[in-house]
């Protein structure tokens, strides 16, 4: 239930209004927008009297919240969330630019691509440390020395983190060493990690699953949220259909649709989403074109080389050029990148 307070309201009989409800078994969790101040009920509401508190003079109306996810529904929050995270704003006008390979494998590899992509205007550097991966033979990743190796990109190129969480043993760590730490799309409904993540103060990028809908994507959100994380970032990397021609399908009319649902950010991941490196350049010019907050690239020096995923890799100099593409479109929408490659 979200209760519409009449503009010009007086702080203190918003504050009254607040208690009331409390004392009336939910928790009120109050948002104020440039136009409007939003008191979202989560709770317990179906005893709750809508008439009633229609009745209190700085009431303009009542909503009430159809859907199962409620704090991340875009009726309890109708503004956009602007994530402030590291410097960056994920959200608003500038797109947020998220580039590097899909797993750490030396220190030389990660300093080089994080110096690339950073010139070529990127505003996080992803890496796998961790890496799921379908056969138990295949390249697992450096774990925690290749955290340690992010860190040292990070130090002397300054791109905030981005990478992937698989246990919440590590919890800590990545509390302390990552800017945004990411949920696979095979974690996507762990729900005992998402409960652990909802009690920090730290960025979550949940990556939608192989054969989840929106909804579901929007449920593993509300998990996060539930506990009280609000810094939450939805990624769009593909799911499974009947198609082979690709590696999944992006479902780029998850954005618009996600964009209605909810207020919060919306990043692409092409690379994923195809798993060819010539698709990436389309599918992330597509996504800026339908609105995504912005993309995730797989960036290696030599993805023939690569230990994971080279085939869906693009080159530092393929990534410049990419940049200097979606800016253009980015421009036409009324966005724009910040620091990009000119």
């Not at 209004?17 to 409390?22: F, G, M, N, P």
């Not at 080089?112 to 799921?132: D, I, M, Y």
């Not at 989403?273 to 074109?289: D, H, S, Y």
Request: hydrophobic share 40%; glycine share 8%; with cysteine.
């Amino acid at each position: 239930m979200v209760v519409i307070v009449r503009q010009g309201a007086e702080e203190a009989k918003i504050q009254k209004l607040t208690q009331d409800l409390e004392n009336l078994g939910v928790s009120v969790q109050r948002i104020d927008g440039s136009d409007t101040t939003i008191l979202g009920l989560v709770g317990d509401t179906s005893a709750i009297n809508p008439a009633q508190i229609e009745m209190n003079d700085i009431v303009e109306r009542i909503t009430r919240v159809q859907e199962p996810y409620k704090k991340a529904n875009r009726k309890f929050h109708p503004d956009d969330s602007i994530l402030e995270i590291a410097g960056n704003m994920v959200g608003g006008k500038e797109l947020t630019i998220i580039a590097g390979p899909c797993s750490v494998e030396s220190e030389e590899q990660i300093l080089n691509v994080a110096r690339e992509v950073q010139a070529a205007g990127a505003t996080f550097l992803r890496g796998g440390a961790f890496k799921p991966r379908t056969s138990p033979y295949a390249f697992q990743g450096m774990g925690l020395e290749g955290l340690d190796l992010l860190k040292i990109a990070k130090r002397k190129t300054g791109l905030p983190i981005v990478t992937e969480i698989m246990d919440v043993a590590y919890l800590d760590r990545f509390i302390e060493d990552v800017d945004i730490i990411q949920v696979g799309a095979r974690n996507m409904q762990n729900f005992a990690l998402l409960k652990q993540l909802s009690h920090c103060n730290k960025a979550v990028m949940i990556k939608r699953g192989l054969s989840s809908t929106l909804e579901e994507l929007l449920m593993a959100a509300e998990y996060v949220m539930a506990g009280g994380n609000n810094r939450v970032i939805l990624c769009e990397r593909g799911i499974r259909t009947f198609e082979t021609a690709t590696r999944n399908t992006l479902d780029l009319s998850a954005v618009p649709m996600l964009k209605k649902m909810t207020h919060l950010p919306v990043i692409i991941d092409p690379s994923h989403a195809t798993g060819q490196w010539w698709m990436v350049e389309p599918m992330a010019k597509a996504a800026v074109a339908a609105g995504a907050d912005g993309i995730m690239v797989e960036v290696h020096p030599n993805p023939p080389a690569a230990l994971c995923d080279g085939a869906q890799s693009i080159t530092p100099e393929k990534f410049t050029e990419l940049m200097r593409k979606v800016d253009a479109i980015a421009r036409i929408e009324g966005r724009s990148i910040r620091g990009k490659a000119q």
